[in-house]
């Protein structure tokens, strides 16, 4: 019976309740990068909000390191946001933008592929508990609240395992993207990929039994999927995250022009941010309001067999869309953009030179062409070996909303 409930739990507002939800007014409503207009739109709106994938707090899972949390309530708010934006990546790269989920109806392979990489497992790509650990190299136990900075650094190191979705993540540095280096990391770091099987082929995943064992996880599920074969490709599509503080307690409002201007951009993929403390994942906007997703819910655990479709009504959020004035934006946020092609980049490019750098006195960020000289020369990122026993648990509850983000304040 509990399982039922939570099935429905998130249906319980009806569809048509979005429309009471959404401002009556004449300005444009953009989702990462589509324009849609409340008055002659709003279906296809919805159904743009509502295709997006949703994950939020869940419990019952098995335990984090074999003896940790099984729920991550309270703690992983940030992680699962971190999940949404990847995961907008990955439907960019297998579905296309355009692509519209449809509640009970069939969908691709690649789709239920894709959510097989997120599920609530220790053998799944980006998992609760792969982040989790991965984050204790980041300097973060087990439990502990995270920020949009460390999630992008460890969603970096996660995708470097992942050879099915062979993504290049790069994560700014010093609040300035370089073109150089981001070319280097999509060209070189394909030459090197070795496609397997799985959803997420993941063939060397080094976990916390590793450390004590030697011995190595077992492959991504899936495996009975037709696994799709992968040529090299000129250009590893690209997810960009920049990790920015647009102000010091508070976001400054020379910042939120281009802020919007960053979710009119084909290649958006939302933005990580939040309050203090609880972490949103935004989508877009519309006049001064900031639309997102919330993973304040706690939903049962999906368990679903290896090679099997999976249970996807709790991964969309059918609810009201919340909005929040950007004025209460915290200043970290993480922007996150997708480049499927070299093309798709060098448009991005052109688009942030015209739209954000050269009308804005005070920049977001920098984009410069050459790697700067006063910088450690940039080396490709390769798969790190994780060495945790998972149980750099927090002592107490008093950590579980800390967050000493690491950023250079932009200038104000």
Same mark, same amino acid.
């Given at each position: ?32 990068? @589509? ?35 099984? /729920? ?25 933008? @355009? ?27 980006? &998992?609760?508990?792969?982040?989790? !650990? ?26 470097? +395992? ?8 790069? #994560? ?15 060209? !070189?770091?394909? !030459? ?18 590793? %450390?004590? %064992? ?14 799709? /074969? ?23 409002? #020379?910042?939120? !022009? ?12 939302? #933005? ?13 906007? #519309? ?17 679903? @067999?290896?090679? &099997? ?27 996150? +953009? ?8 060098? %448009? ?24 700067? /000289? ?39």
């Amino acid at each position: 019976m509990e399982a039922v409930l939570a099935k429905y739990e998130n249906q319980i507002n009806v569809f048509s309740e979005y429309l009471e939800d959404l401002p009556d007014t004449d300005e444009p409503v953009w989702i990462l990068g @589509e324009c849609y207009s409340v008055k002659t739109g709003k279906s296809e709106l919805l159904s743009d909000v509502r295709s997006r994938l949703w994950f939020t707090y869940r419990k019952k899972f098995s335990p984090i390191g074999g003896t940790g949390p099984s /729920s991550d309530t309270g703690w992983g708010c940030m992680l699962r946001c971190g999940q949404m934006i990847l995961a907008q990546a990955l439907v960019c790269r297998h579905l296309g933008r @355009e692509w519209r989920w449809v509640g009970e109806g069939t969908q691709p392979v690649e789709y239920h592929r894709i959510l097989h990489c997120f599920l609530d497992r220790k053998d799944s790509c980006y &998992s609760i508990h792969q982040m989790a !650990q991965m984050g204790v190299g980041e300097g973060k136990s087990v439990g502990e609240w995270y920020g949009p900075n460390t999630v992008a650094q460890v969603l970096k190191k996660l995708a470097l +395992f992942d050879d099915w979705n062979s993504l290049a993540v790069y #994560v700014s540095m010093d609040n300035t993207v370089v073109i150089e280096d981001i070319k280097k990391q999509c060209h !070189q770091a394909n !030459q090197e990929a070795k496609p397997r099987a799985g959803p997420c082929a993941w063939g060397e995943v080094y976990t916390s039994d590793e %450390s004590l %064992s030697g011995q190595r996880q077992a492959p991504c599920p899936l495996s009975h999927f037709h696994a799709t /074969s992968q040529q090299p490709l000129d250009w590893r599509p690209l997810l960009l995250l920049i990790p920015l503080r647009m102000g010091i307690n508070d976001i400054n409002p #020379v910042y939120i !022009q281009a802020l919007k201007e960053c979710f009119k951009m084909p290649q958006s993929c939302g #933005v990580l941010g939040g309050k203090p403390n609880l972490a949103y994942y935004f989508i877009g906007f #519309v006049d001064d309001e900031l639309i997102y997703l919330d993973p304040h819910t706690t939903q049962l655990a999906v368990d679903s @067999e290896t090679g &099997s479709t999976v249970d996807d009504q709790s991964y969309h959020c059918q609810r009201n869309p919340r909005r929040m004035k950007i004025t209460s934006l915290d200043p970290s946020v993480a922007l996150g +953009f997708f480049c499927k092609s070299e093309e798709d980049f060098d %448009s991005w490019c052109n688009l942030v030179q015209q739209e954000i750098l050269k009308k804005r006195n005070l920049r977001m960020f920098e984009l410069v062409e050459k790697h700067p /000289s006063h910088w450690p020369p940039f080396i490709t990122p390769t798969k790190p070996e994780v060495q945790t026993t998972g149980a750099e648990f927090i002592e107490s509850t008093d950590k579980l909303f800390e967050s000493e983000e690491e950023f250079e304040i932009l200038n104000v």
